[in-house]
């Protein structure tokens, strides 16, 4: 549901028919398909025109800067483009998590999740799965530009993600949970993928966590998708396994498979995987991947 907030109301005299506006929304300025006007007339006689704006479900929605007025007013006044969620944690120390709109690129800006409080917060998640609700098998085009529901499952896209981390030097955390429960992580310190034209090739490395280093071997290796085979394999591992990853011969990790709900009924090698936690015989029941720079 869209939600509105009143950003100004402009006083008008009843005699002057002229009527101007400044309103400083800086990045967060929205198209006027967004605002609605009211005029009503106060005890002495002038008329008033509130305009308020509607905020987009994508940025309204668990957006603590929509919601604290305290926040909101730094919105304004600060003029800030953040980069990442990094930079909206920095700012705002206390702004809870959820959906922020940021700028890597400059332009309109992307929605993002951000959490706001694990392990320091300030992390803008690219990943996630939690109940198979979205399809992961997607092609190039797709993943470059990124699909689903941020604040659901999601990949937010490749192209995105390497407009973030060219940005400095950034790490990677992997949140993995079981279906019995139990939760492990997995943390780089250093973290970026290439461009395009790259194959938005993979670095990573520095890992430290409970989950077991299952990246290692994608490291250094361009993104495959079904429709655009970039692993080093004879084969094709994203048509095979049904996920798009940084394939190398092919994987120990994947993490964009197949979501089985069962974990016991996947294929070897097939679902969300994470090869040196649980092996290549069960598929996992949800993974999170974020980022964060390095302050």
Known sequence: MLGLVDLSVLILCVQSVQVTASIALGQFALSSKYWNQRLSKSQDGSVVLTTSYRFPKEIKQGDAAAKDDKIKHKLVQTGLVPVDCGDIHKAWPRAPSGVYRIYPAGGQGHP???????????????????????NFYRNWDEYKTGFGNVTAEHWLGNQLVHEVTVHGLYELRVNLEDFEGNKRFAKYSHFRIGNEADGYR???????????????????????????????????????SKGAWWHAACY?????????????????WRGLIWYHWKGEKYSLKSSTMMIRKHS
């Not at 409970?210 to 048509?239: H, I, P, V, W």
């Open 112 to 134: 993002a999740y951000c959490d706001m409080t694990l392990d320091g917060g300030g992390w803008t998640i690219f990943q996630r799965r939690v109940d198979g609700s979205e």
């Open 202 to 240: 993979l670095t990573v490395s520095g890992y430290t966590g409970n989950a077991g280093d299952s990246l290692k071997m994608a490291q250094g290796q361009k993104f495959s998708t079904y429709d655009r085979d970039l692993d080093t394999n004879s084969g094709n591992c994203a048509e095979d």
């Open 252 to 268: 120990r990790s994947l993490l964009n498979g197949v979501y089985y709900r069962n974990p016991s009924a996947a294929p070897n």
